[in-house]
């Protein structure tokens, strides 16, 4: 019997704390986040500095009408511009050139991409961080599909979603289920946005996406596996944003069926 493979070694995999000399740096897209934008940074500052992890906050902001730059730079005052680097754009340009926008600025090794809105809680971070360090792993993502994180990490909770109706659960499930079928990329949440990189693999995937919009992610994971990087994945609880307007609309349901053939076809 191969010791490792124990209960107790499970138990005790990525428990232990160890120095981390390494800098995370967390890119956040957005449009009209004014309400939000406090509360996140607030709650990832607390976790880093509980951590004891270098960090910084990039946040990419889409020329919002309702003062989110103003609050950014507030921010900055408060944590200091080398924590909080606004690096704003002319207008709404869309979620995956809003990360190739803020790569552009990352001084960290590490890159975490996530929502302003609360959909995904910094709480999770450290997990994401411990399964990475205990495995060696480029990518470990964010899951709401599954109940224990893979490879296995001893305080996973099983995830989950909150605040959606019928019909955006299954909008969800069903764009997941249509691309593990076509595509058998080995993940169970393609479409979540809560991810923790490796610098230079995240580099190297953008270079190679092409979509854009909501089958952004989907294409991300897709092309991830297909250029043999290796993927964990954490179970979330995902909260359905608080203040703000969700922005997945009809047009965006269908350009991921459609990325979902361009993959099948090319990738």
Do not use: C
């Amino acid at each position: 019997m191969n010791p490792f493979d124990s209960s107790a070694s499970l138990k005790m995999l990525g428990e232990f704390n160890s120095s981390d000399t390494h800098k995370y740096s967390v890119i956040l897209p957005t449009y009209n986040e004014r309400k939000n934008l406090p509360v996140i940074v607030w709650l990832l500052a607390n976790m880093f500095k509980e951590q004891k992890l270098a960090w910084e906050i990039i946040i990419v902001d889409d020329a919002s009408p309702d003062g989110t730059q103003e609050i950014a730079k507030q921010l900055a005052k408060v944590y200091g511009e080398d924590r909080i680097v606004l690096r704003p754009r002319s207008g709404k340009l869309g979620l995956g050139t809003a990360y190739i926008h803020g790569l552009n600025f990352v001084t960290g090794d590490f890159v975490i991409i996530m929502d302003a809105d609360f959909s995904h809680h910094p709480k999770f971070i450290p997990q994401f961080i411990r399964l990475q360090k205990a495995h060696n792993l480029d990518i470990v993502t964010g899951t709401r599909y599954r109940s224990t994180s893979t490879p296995y990490l001893a305080d996973a909770t099983p995830g989950g979603v909150h605040g959606w109706d019928l019909k955006r659960k299954l909008v969800s499930r069903g764009a997941n289920f249509l691309a593990a079928t076509v595509l058998s990329p080995g993940i169970s949440d393609l479409t979540g946005s809560f991810r923790l990189y490796r610098l230079p693999v995240l580099r190297h995937i953008i270079t190679e996406t092409v979509s854009k919009g909501y089958v952004f992610q989907m294409e991300m994971m897709v092309r991830a596996r297909a250029l043999g990087y290796s993927v964990g994945e954490v179970p979330i609880t995902f909260v359905d944003r608080i203040f703000g307007e969700s922005k997945l609309g009809a047009d965006e349901i269908v350009s991921y069926a459609k990325g979902v053939w361009t993959l099948f076809m090319g990738v």
